[in-house]
């Protein structure tokens, strides 16, 4: 823990600024105490790297400084959290959508995914630098390369949507001005759109709406 100002509230008197505590990742099943959920319980036990010692640990939810033991294997005691083992991350991860992969033909990975996969696109908009002398509150994030001067986070001004690269190369081989008659669009808005320039969302769906008209 960096500072005070990372646990404002529920910040157990043995948890002081720059040392160190446990954030076990408990099982969805049978993790959580009695009357407890995710939404409801957030875990924090004091640091110990013998792991046989775990089972003795005694911790407390932070969302209402009620105390609790962990238990290394399930139970139905109310009084005691159930952390996931790593054989069951990894087996979950088996069936995990991979968030940053494309399907072949350019929609999203679900967990049946299977095959070579594109890999997805991330379009910035507007870049904002973030140096240490800027909002404080950046400087008390979980990563330490919230420090980092010359870090940069990646945002979006205005509601604009842009297509994907894969569909651009497809709409440009139609020919600007075959998109222009069947989508009574612009020029301009049609070079924006093949471009891969945001556009408003009422424009994109005049558009595609548009391609739906073309003979195919």
Known sequence: MSSPNVLRAGRPDWLAPFSFFLFPILSGIEGYPLGYDKSSFQFITRPETDRRKWSRLWGINLRDSRAFQISMIPNSNPQKVFPDSLQVVLNQYLGKAEVKSLVPDG???????????????????????????????????????????????????????????????????????????ATKLTQATIYSIVRGEGVRPQTMAVFRAGLGLLEP
Do not use: F
């Open 107 to 181: 929609t999203a990975c679900d967990s049946k995914t299977e095959g070579l996969l594109r890999r997805a696109k991330i379009v910035a908009r507007r870049l904002i630098p973030v140096g240490k002398e800027t909002d404080r509150h950046w400087e008390q994030g979980e990563d330490p390369s919230m420090l980092d001067p010359k870090i940069q986070i990646y945002g979006h001004t205005g509601k604009l949507v842009v297509a994907d690269e894969y569909e651009r190369r497809e709409w440009r081989k139609i020919g600007v001005r075959k998109l222009m008659r």
